[in-house]
Each structure stands twice: as structure tokens, then as C-alpha cells.
């Protein structure tokens, strides 16, 4: 969702900026902005790309060191150059970016207007600068206390930065549930709701917390204090990332490279974890609350999108290894069902960015009752890893393509990790299987590199498929949720109209739109269910749909009776899903292409989704 990037020091501002921005156009946006001190303070902003701003502002005189820039995912009023950030305050003197939503806005709004504000834009971040105005003025004090003072009274979330004419050499910058990171430079700062467009002129960075309020002045300290005027001393860490784990790297799309990382992304998931010859598995980060897991009546898991796919798939690991029961929620729905928790319950949130604005009140409210809360996250330091108990980075490295893919797979393997590690110590698997999993888990790296070298074939496949306007994906067991998600990968970047559907379950309903023109793809991999899928697979032909079948190496039996297979490697059952899933995320990308697609970006889509 909507981006931040700012800067204050000695450079021109400007191209840093756009750099930035497009560096976070991954979050899916449609208007993009910057304002500028360059004589005055300007805002320059278009409907559209980065490019398209970039265009509209060539040739113009945008000398400047201290600049905010912003890339929009409209909420409140439609996406045009009017609604686009930055937002001048009534005066014109300030400029704001502004990420999140604040709820109370209406009411601020015809405050302000009866005040003699006048708006320009339909958004409530607009709003949020002239209130700020307003109670600087009334009180008369530095801007870094009206914005203090106003936030107390603004309901909802944001992460914002102000550019005021007044101090041309200081941004102003706070946050509330909508991540931020200040980049501490020689002497020059940077901000941005992520550190990828701050990685590459310095790893050393601040993540302010929420209710803090940062005052960022170029060669000076960093100062920070938070909602009630406490200072905070800044704590700045080091960023474990390198330039190229962000950039393409020779891929046409950043989808199909974080696809053929995933052999790397699930052994540095496993890095230091998985010692299979030693017999041993460990996961420093749930060691605290193991026994509460060991011990617990059932397991909720919370997520959205591809990361509640995962947690589907670990149900099925967790109850079949460690006898536990797991719940699988929306963290949307979660949130306001007045769930049934109690005290000492555990809650898994899973998430990649460990920013999604449900996931995180899910994990809020999971709180507030006594739940102990784990997280299942990517991103080092964000909200969501920071707001549980404990947990387990993936260590998949960023993910930057809007549908993801080697997260879905690091997601499967630390949860499929937790499940043997809690079923080890609960006794509920013998010592053989123990080790058996973890040889498993240890092959895995090479399986998925061996399920990859389908990819000309795949491709053949998707040429066959592109025109469809529909698609079913039926699986089983666990691989019944990778149906779910080989529907959600081809909706999201090719919008053909996709289901998944558990393969049994095709006979209450889905079967009725089955004839000649319908591609079905089963996963009919060599486990408990296959005989089951097959005969899934010939209720389908009898009706003449055309059938795709996902099968495990070596599987002459459905090779007669689909019109295409997909080989990948066996492993073990509750294993399948980290393999299964790879042709079916090539098969999107391949037709998303063909289509003609945004494949990193598709339309009205957002990687990280900071609003519920
Ligand atoms: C968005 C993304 C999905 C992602 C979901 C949950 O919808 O486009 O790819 O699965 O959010 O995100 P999270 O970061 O919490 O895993």
C-alpha cells in the first residue's frame, strides 16, 4: 500500500526520492507525489506511475535537500493528481505524506471548515496537516508539539512526514500502526515505510515505534519523544540486507526470480536450524512459550492471503504430528467475532511483512484476552514480529512481488519446523519419524530445484490455457490448501477467475460447470488420497474437462489420463505442499505473462496492506 520516502541533508533530494519510490512501487499504488524545498515549498504529484510524475516534472528547476515523496493507494477519494499526496496545510507553508487512515476525519473536517479551512483533495490526509495547523496556530508552539498534541486526538493509523518552509532542514516524522524507518546517514537522514529504498546509501536505521514522534534536522541528533512527550533514546541497528536481494538480478520479473530463489530462501530458512546428520532442530525464537505450546488445548491460527494458505497447510501438520487442534482464521473476521480465547491459549500470526493492519489487530485483541502470541513474519523488525511474544523469521529474504511465492514456501517450513519440534517433545512422533522429517526437510532444497526444471514445460501449459476465463484447482489433505492457493496466484496477477476446492468436495457443486472448455488442475501426488483424486480426476474427464495433473515423479498411471502432467520429486506427505506448490506458481506467472499482465504489480492489488 501507499509509500513513503523522504530526505533531509546534503544531496538533491529529488532523485533519491524517485528512486525510493519506485523501489517501494512493489506495494501497489496509483498516484505518486513529492514536495520539495526549491525556492518555495512545492508539491508536484500525478495520477498514475512514478514515471508518469517523472514525466510531468522534466525540465523543471527541482534543485532541493530536503524533499518528501509519497506513492498513493487511494482509500479515501478516487485515485487522481487532486487526491495524491503530499497535502499542503491551508497556509501552505507545510506539506505532509501520509500512510494509514485517520477515522475521525469527517468530524476534523467540518471543524476545520467551519474554521475557514478550505480543501483541496477528498482525503483525510489532507485533514490531517491543516488540523495540525489548526492547533499549532491555537497554541501557538514548534510544529513538533502541535503534531504531538494533534495526534492525540486523531483516531486511526498513520505514519506521516511533514516538510515545513519554516525549517528547511528538518522533516518532522511519527507513527501509529503504518510502519516507518529513519536511514541515519553521515550527517543526512532518510525515511520510508520500508528500508529498501534506504539500503543503499546507508544499513543503519531507526524503526520508530508506534505513538513516537521523530524530529529529523539535518546534522544534528536524531531526536525522538513519544505521544506523551517522553523522550526515547533512538535505537539504531543494522540492516541485514544486501542491494541485490532487492533488485532483479537478470529475471524479467521480480515474481519469477523470488520463484527460482526458493531452493536458496528454504535453506536459509532452515540455515542453522535443520542438522539433520546431528539429529537436531532448533528454533531459538519459540523456546520461551515451547512449553505452553507443548502443553496447549488447541492452536488459533491468524493470517490473510497467501500466509493464511500456509497456516491452513500447518493445520494439517500440527494436528497430524502433534495431536493438537488448530484453528485457522481470517484475521479479518478474527477480529470482530468476539473469538472464544482464554487466558494461555496460543495464537500463531503469521505474515511476510509483518505489517498487514487485520493480522496485527488480530494479534491485539488474541492479546488482550491472554493469549501468548507467536509470529511467523519476514520482515526483521516489523510490527507484527515486533507486537507477539515470540517467533520465527522466515530468513526468506525480501519478497517483492506483489503475489508471493518463496514466502508461502519459508512459511510452510518454519511452521512445519514448529510442528516437529512440539510433536518431538510431546512424544506424539517416534524417534524414527523425528528423524525421517528432518532428513526430509533437509532434501528439500534439491527437491525444489528439481520441481523448478519443469519450467519449459509449465510454460508449454500455460501457452495451451492463457485464453481460459475460468480455472479449478483441486487438491487433498494438505495439499487441498495449495489449491486454494494456486487459485489465489492465478486470480491475483492474470484475473482469470479461479477455485480451489478440497478434490472430494467438487461433486456439491463445482462439477456442474465442468465441460470441454474448463482446465481442472489436480495435485495427485503418490499419498494417502491418491487413489481418491484419482478417481477425482476421471469424474472430471467424464464430463470433458481438461485435466492438468500435478503427480510425483515416476507416475505412469495418471500420465493416461490427463491431458498434461507436472512431475515434482516425492517427499513426505505432510512435506508435499513446499513441491506441489512450485508448478502451479509458475503456471500463473507464465499465463499472467502470455496475458500480458503486471505480473510484480497487478492491478488494484497491495504487497503489504497497512488499512483493514
Ligand atoms: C496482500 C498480499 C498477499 C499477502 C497478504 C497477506 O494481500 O498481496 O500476497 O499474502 O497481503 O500479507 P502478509 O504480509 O500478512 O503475509
Redesign the pocket.
Known sequence: MCGIVAYVGEKEATPIILKGLKRLEYRGYDSAGIALLNGGLNVYKKKGKVSDLETSIQGLDLKGTAGIGHTRWATHGEPNDRNAHPHFSENKSMAIIHNGIVENYAVLKEDLIRKGHTFISDTDSEVFIHFIEEVQNKNNCPLEEAVRLALSKVVGAYAIVILCKDNPEQLIAARKGSPLVIGVGEGEYYVASDATPIIEYTKEVVYLNDYEIAVINKNKQLSIRNIEDQPTTPYIQSLDMELDSIEKGGYEHFMLKEIFEQPKSIKDCMRGRVLAQEGILKLGGINQYLNKLIHADRIVIV?????WHAGLVAEYIFEDLARIPVEVEYASEFRYRNPVIKEGDVVIA???????AD?LAAIELAKSKGAIIMGVCNVVGSSIARATHEGAYLHAGPEIG???TK?FTAQVTVLSMIAIIVAKNKGTITESKYMELLYALDSLPAKVERALKQNDKIKEIAATFKDATNFLYLGRGCNFPVALEGALKLKEISYIHAEGYPAAEMKHGPIALIDQEMPVLFIATKDNSYEKVVSNIQEVRARKGRVIAVVTEGDTHIKDMAEFVIEVPSTHEILEPLLSVIPLQLLSYHIAVMRGCNVDQPRN?????TVE
Open positions: 493470517a490473510c492471503g497467501t500466509s503469521i505474515s511476510q511483512s509483518g505489517e498487514t493480522t506483489v503475489a508471493s514466502a492489488l497491495a504487497k503489504s496492506v
